[in-house]
């Protein structure tokens, strides 16, 4: 650590600029860059005008099975794995393109912000890298969806195939509706 | 009369296609492998064709692209889904992305054991991270099951023992997995 590039660094700092857009958390450029606390926190004031959210990282396996998160989890971690699988790819770079096509492809929550967050999104191949989740086949339409590690997943049925049977309805979509109507 | 129609609508789309893969990748080259479902060596040489090449390419009486949803099950689990559009459209992408990369996955599988007898469950090639981690599972896997079995046979002649063995090493030749 005694040598530092300079390019290397302005590469870094490009990297968490971009990171810091899609809505990443300082924990995350913590981990993924070696610039300094100070300089991550100052970047972070300068793009979104305020201090990084304090407190722990969403560390919860469960957030990815439930209804519509799986199925959002689920083709970031597609997109994600077809990228990562050409060789001479940076890591996190990868993460980044996938986090950005799989905004391509999906429409904003109700909220204006997108289901699955950048930090989510790198939580969730961390998990897969220490074994904490797996991909299980759903039986009838053969895509691949984000499951813990381990489950039986000899009969699994994707979240799509046979939505639960009040997925979706909450209540300011109905509100939504009568509005409408 | 009908045909000569028909014909030229093919030959209208190959290249159109053509046309289209070489703007996604000139404009964002990592996106439009992902999105084309191409590799680099493709990538790089459809970037360099000039368009006068494409036009006698396109030329042809069979469509160029290819239809990517793998079988019946999943065009009617997207085409019966009487989910709403954005669902649907959701649906499609997990679904091309994960045919996409099980394709690449089984180019790959079958690159790295070009002539050795395949066997073993295709269960495990579609699931999980790429490359080392899901190998080192199975060896994992594989470890534990030769432990419990060693445990269950409880003391043994050496000569059974050696036996085992030989048919042990025969088993994993036959798996392919260790080759």
């Given at each position: ?9 302005g ?25 300094s ?13 305020e ?36 060789p001479?790819?940076?890591?996190m ?7 950005r ?56 049925v ?20 009568r509005?409408t109507? | 009369m009908?045909?000569?129609?028909l014909?030229?609508?093919i ?54 692209c290819?239809?990517?949803l ?17 669902m ?16 690449a ?26 490359d ?8 994992r ?16 002649r ?6 085992e ?9 036959a ?5």
């Open positions: 650590m005694t040598e530092k590039s300079v390019i290397d660094e590469r870094q700092i490009s990297l968490a600029i971009e990171m810091i857009q899609l809505g990443a958390r300082l924990q995350v450029l913590q981990t993924e860059t070696g610039i606390r100070r300089r991550l926190i100052n970047l972070y004031k300068e793009i979104h005008g201090s990084p959210p304090k407190g722990m990282l969403p560390f919860s396996t469960d957030w990815y099975v439930t209804w519509l998160p799986n199925i959002h989890s689920s083709l970031f971690y597609n997109v994600y794995l077809s990228l990562a699988a050409h001479n790819r940076d890591r770079q990868s993460v980044v393109s996938a986090y096509l799989y905004l391509d492809q999906v429409p904003l929550g109700d909220d204006g912000k997108p289901v699955l967050g950048l930090t989510r999104a790198w939580m969730l191949v961390r998990f897969f890298e220490s074994d904490m989740m797996t991909l299980s086949t759903c039986q009838r339409c053969h895509g691949s969806f984000v499951n813990h590690a381990l489950s039986l997943d000899r009969d699994f994707c979240g799509i195939c046979q939505p639960p049977s009040r997925a979706g309805k909450t209540r300011k979509k109905k509100a939504a509706a509005m109507h | 009908e045909t000569d129609h014909l030229d609508d030959r209208e789309v190959n290249l159109s296609y053509l046309l289209l893969m070489q703007r996604l990748i000139n404009t964002d080259r990592e996106a439009a492998m992902f999105r084309l479902k191409i590799d680099d060596e493709m990538a790089d040489l459809l970037s360099r064709i000039p368009v006068s090449e494409l036009v006698r390419l396109a030329r042809c009486n069979q469509l160029l290819h239809f990517s793998q079988d019946a099950d999943q065009l009617h689990s997207l085409v019966r889904a009487n989910s709403d559009d954005r649907r459209q959701v649906h499609a992408a997990i679904l091309l992305g994960s045919n996409e990369r099980r394709a996955n089984d180019r790959r599988q079958s690159e790295r054991r070009q002539g050795e007898r395949r066997q073993g469950d295709r269960r495990i090639h579609d699931q999980g991270p790429p080392g981690v899901e190998r080192r599972v199975e060896e896997r594989q470890d534990e099951r030769r432990g419990a079995e060693d445990r269950r046979q409880g003391p043994r050496a000569a059974d023992r050696a036996e063995g030989d048919t042990r090493k025969e088993h994993r030749g798996d392919g997995r260790h080759g």
